[in-house]
């Protein structure tokens, strides 16, 4: 039987929320970006992290930033399952309506506070 890291870490620094908009921002239909690399169920949650608090305080905004994205038909949310508890978390950019011309700018002003647990 294969034992399983939880919580696995890359090296890369983690993607941050403004960094995140940014590349929406200037996303084209079918770019794509990695917003979290292990189990972000695991990763975000307070009782199960092993993320320095302010990191997983970090990638829970960005969690939350891609899932009103994806619930406002902006961005599609794939996941790929990489291993066992390891999970690569990806953002690909949809088409957008003409009609929604700033659309980034009407999201990020009608974006309610997040909800970041203690």
Same mark, same amino acid.
């Given at each position: ?35 979290? /690399?292990?189990?972000?169920?695991? =990763?975000?949650?307070? @009782?199960?992290?092993?993320? *320095?608090? &302010?990191?997983? #305080? +970090? ?20 996941? /790929?399952?990489?291993?066992?508890? =390891?999970?690569?978390? @990806?953002?690909?950019?949809? *088409?957008? &309506?003409?009609? #929604? +011309? ?17």
């Amino acid at each position: 039987m294969d034992s399983t890291i939880i919580g696995f870490r890359t090296a890369e620094p983690p993607l941050t929320e403004a960094m995140f908009c940014t590349w929406f921002g200037s996303a084209v239909p079918g770019d794509r970006i990695v917003y979290h /690399r292990g189990f972000l169920a695991v =990763d975000a949650s307070p @009782l199960t992290s092993i993320v *320095p608090d &302010a990191e997983r #305080r +970090a990638l829970l905004r960005v969690a939350e930033r891609a899932l009103q994205l994806a619930e406002d038909g902006l961005v599609h949310l794939v996941q /790929r399952r990489m291993g066992e508890g =390891d999970f690569t978390y @990806l953002a690909i950019a949809r *088409p957008r &309506a003409r009609s #929604r +011309a700033g659309t980034l700018a009407s999201v990020l002003a009608a974006a309610k506070p997040t909800s970041v647990a203690a």
